[in-house]
């Protein structure tokens, strides 16, 4: 009589993808996912941000470019230890609902992107698992343009608040940042929370594009199996986090310089209007040097927090979207 033996799988047959999903998968756990992602990448790095925006609006910058460490203690001394964090509930407001949007409309729209405009399989999952560099870079430009939308005026608050000097921690740190929105609304009208959302699309755009774009690349390179390793995912994030930080560097010196006019010490920086405006008031402030403001702190800034956010953003679409 036959027996039927068991059949045992070899390497092959139990070799999974992380990013082989179920056809079902949830857009909540995708929004879930990038909602970690963007509140993880913007705290854990708060205070590397607040110095770089102050960095940024300076006149004279020998206060604070010694080094990043000297500059952090001695804002921590003189004002506390809070001043650091100043603005970093507008943050977690923001950053995780705009985040959720991010990586949603990047997944969808590179998914679409890769079916429409490759050989491979259609597929009709949210996410692929293809590795298109520059279909990437489109997939975030769109991203990006739909994440700003929301995140801007949380942007603008966050920023007033870590410029200015003359804002005391409070026990309530949701009343004062209503304070503060209520204060600009007050003063400068409901256009202040958006007159630096073409400079923001115009400085973010293109750090997508050399994020999403560097990001898939680098994932081609050290990881081609596209497996779930969290190291390859930090390292990743990493390259693409200061590359694209340093290249757009002098459009964030525009966008910070639009969104803190109100509280500007420069009096041509308080009437600017837009883009061109900001550019010209910065140059006649301290020629090309300002729009280099801050670049270190931002690099260091958007390495970690970049890697954090994709190593993030790949854990928790590993824990949420694996059957």
């Known amino acids: 009589m036959q027996q039927n033996l068991p059949i045992i799988p ?23 996912a990038g909602a970690f992602a963007g509140i993880m990448e913007h705290t854990v790095m708060f205070p590397i941000d607040s110095l770089k925006t102050r960095m940024q609006m300076a006149s004279n ?9 000297t500059s952090i203690s001695k804002i921590a001394s003189s004002e506390g230890i809070y001043s650091l964090w100043r603005g970093v509930s507008s943050v977690v407001l923001g950053a995780g609902p705009a ?5 949603s409309v990047f997944e969808a729209t590179k998914t679409m992107l890769v079916n429409r ?40 608050l966050k920023q007033r608040m870590q410029a ?17 929105a209520s204060d600009i609304y007050k003063k400068e009208g409901f256009s202040a ?31 081609p199996n596209n497996v779930y390793n969290p190291y390859l995912h930090c390292v990743s994030g990493g390259i693409a986090g200061g590359i694209a930080a ?27 209007t837009g883009f061109k405006s900001a550019t010209r008031a910065l140059f006649k402030e301290s020629g090309m040097s300002a729009f280099t403001r801050g ?25 949420l979207l694996k059957n």
């Open 99 to 103: 985040h959720a949007i991010y990586f």
């Open 164 to 180: 200015s000097s003359q804002l005391r921690q409070t026990e309530n740190t949701s009343v004062k940042l209503l304070q503060v």
């Open 10 to 32: 070899g390497p092959d047959s139990i070799e999974i993808e992380y990013e082989a999903l179920p056809d079902d998968a949830s857009v909540a756990a995708h929004l879930a």
């Open 295 to 319: 670049l270190k702190p931002r690099i260091i800034f958007n390495v970690p927090s970049t890697a954090i956010s994709w190593t993030a953003y790949e854990m928790a679409k590993e824990l």
């Open 246 to 272: 340093a290249i757009t560097n002098p459009l964030d010196c525009i966008k910070t310089a639009l969104q803190t006019k109100g509280i500007s010490r420069n009096e041509n920086m308080k009437y600017v």
């Open 61 to 69: 910058t020998n206060e604070l470019s010694k080094s990043v460490i």
């Open 193 to 223: 929370f958006y007159i630096s959302y073409p400079t923001t699309l115009f400085t973010n755009i293109p750090f997508a594009a050399l994020n999403f774009g560097f990001y898939e690349y680098s994932s081609s390179v050290l990881n």
């Open 117 to 156: 405009l490759t050989n491979s399989p259609h597929s009709h999952k949210i996410v692929t698992d293809e590795n298109h560099p520059m279909i990437a870079s489109g997939a975030g430009t769109a991203a990006t343009t739909a994440s700003d939308a929301l995140m801007t005026p949380f942007d603008v």
